[in-house]
Antibody, heavy 117, light 106 residues
Framework: EVQLVESGGGLAQPGGSLRLSCAAS????????MHWVRQAPGKGLVWVSH????????TYAESVKGRFTISRDNAKNTMFLQMNSLRPDDTAVYYC??????????WGPGTLVTVSS | DIQMTQSPSSLSASLGDRVTITCRAS??????LNWYQHRPGKAPKLLVF???SLQSGVPSRFSGRGSGTDFTLTIASLQPEDFATYYC?????????FGQGTKVEI
């Protein structure tokens, strides 16, 4: 079964850091572009970042550029999101998703990040 | 960035109703339009890709239409498991962008 599972969420103080992980199984992880998408409380889905198959190309939403870093370890079938200088408006459920030519499929169940003092 | 606008933002419907959700892109995106279903506490699920192609395993009561800037998602006969929020997403131009969502509730 193709599956993605996020972890690493939790409570962080403003200005703090968290590192999210996305563990993949059931498919050849290293052949797919991967993405992070977030949903703030009561809001819609917002794209955060993407990484290509070998990690040589990454892109970010303007709101996180310079603070978040996406990476991947294909040998461990895992993608990461290093989040620094966290702000209260980074509070959200963070989802990882696989990009296929048919869209984002599948998505993980998400991990909650709360930024508060 | 390409802006995606859905309407309505929410709607109330009953079991068996026919429901249509509209999505408009700020510029032409051809048929690079996907629809997702998102139930609370669950992972978003791909329903329709390239505007009108049904993802494997998705019930045939779901259908998508449109091209260019105007798209629709229709649920032919609403079932209990269809009460959720639906999002359109363009994959024509990076970055990928989503509509604000349409919540379908009783």
């Amino acid at each position: 079964e193709v599956q993605l599972v996020e972890s690493g969420g939790g409570l962080a103080q403003p200005g703090g850091s968290l590192r999210l992980s996305c563990a993949a199984s059931g498919f050849t992880f290293g052949t797919y572009w991967m993405h992070w998408v977030r949903q703030a409380p009561g809001k819609g889905l917002v794209w955060v970042s993407h990484i290509n198959t070998i990690g040589s190309t990454t892109t970010y939403a303007e709101s996180v550029k310079g603070r978040f870093t996406i990476s991947r370890d294909n040998a461990k079938n895992t993608m990461f999101l290093q989040m620094n200088s966290l702000r209260p408006d980074d509070t959200a459920v963070y989802y990882c998703a696989r990009e296929t030519r048919f869209g984002f499929d599948p998505w993980g169940p998400g991990t909650l990040v709360t930024v508060s003092s | 960035d390409i802006q995606m606008t859905q309407s309505p933002s929410s709607l109330s419907a009953s079991l068996g109703d026919r429901v249509t959700i509209t999505c408009r892109a700020s510029q032409s995106i051809g048929n690079y339009l996907n629809w997702y279903q998102h139930r609370p506490g669950k992972a978003p699920k791909l329903l329709v890709f390239t505007a009108s192609s049904l993802q494997s395993g998705v019930p045939s009561r779901f259908s998508g239409r449109g091209s260019g800037t105007d798209f629709t998602l229709t649920i032919a006969s609403l079932q209990p498991e269809d009460f959720a929020t639906y999002y359109c997403q363009q994959s024509h131009t990076a970055p990928p962008t989503f509509g604000q969502g349409t919540k379908v509730e009783i």
